[in-house]
């Protein structure tokens, strides 16, 4: 697979923004986008911390974000983030590991290649386990998680809105 995690760059500061027009007119989630849907710019996107810090409150986690560029023609393709920790809401919903590939881009691959190379950089910062959550209807994002060695944990009612299924399933990655 030709994709490769780098840190947001202005470079992309068009790609990012179209990345989020394009979810956005797909009227899908922004799940591992930073807080993406809630800016107006790419440079106000990149304030990760002081502006995550004030949406989730004493529920706000450091994370690590990063672009997946197809190597080939320099495209974002798809946004991920690693949580450091797990607060009490990512523990029961959200996980360790958020992502979103381009719709124009799936179904070729990029979601499992996405969470491949994040987790080999989880195992290089010395995690010795993940979580993963996906919708119990969003069968992509099952089989991306299983194919990765996530192994089903527990289902949970989704309290909190965040997926349409009404159930998000919890799986664990040993690294």
């Not at 760059?9 to 849907?37: P, S």
């Not at 800016?39 to 990760?48: G, K, N, Q, R, T």
């Not at 381009?102 to 290089?124: A, N, T």
């Not at 991306?144 to 309290?159: C, K, P």
Request: hydrophobic letters at 35%; glycine letters at 12%.
């Amino acid at each position: 697979m030709d994709i490769k995690l780098i840190r947001p760059d202005k470079k992309y500061a068009g790609q990012v923004m179209d990345f989020k027009k394009a979810l956005a007119e797909n009227n899908e989630g922004f799940d591992g986008c930073a807080g993406l849907e809630d800016v107006e710019s790419f440079e106000e996107w990149l304030d990760f911390e002081e502006r995550l810090k004030k949406k989730f409150g004493g529920g706000y986690v450091p994370s690590d974000v990063f672009l997946a560029v197809r190597e080939n023609d320099d495209r974002v393709v798809g946004i991920m983030d690693l949580r450091r920790e797990l607060s009490d809401f990512l523990l029961n919903y959200g996980g360790s590991i958020g992502y979103s590939v381009l719709p124009s881009e799936r179904r070729k691959g990029y979601g499992g290649e996405m969470l491949r190379l994040i987790l080999d950089y989880c195992r290089e910062l010395g995690k010795e386990r993940v979580l993963l959550t996906c919708d119990r209807k969003n069968e992509a994002s099952r089989k991306v998680i299983m194919n990765n060695g996530g192994v089903l944990e527990n289902t949970v009612h989704d309290d909190v809105g965040l997926c349409n299924g009404g159930v998000i399933e919890r799986y664990w990655i040993i690294l």
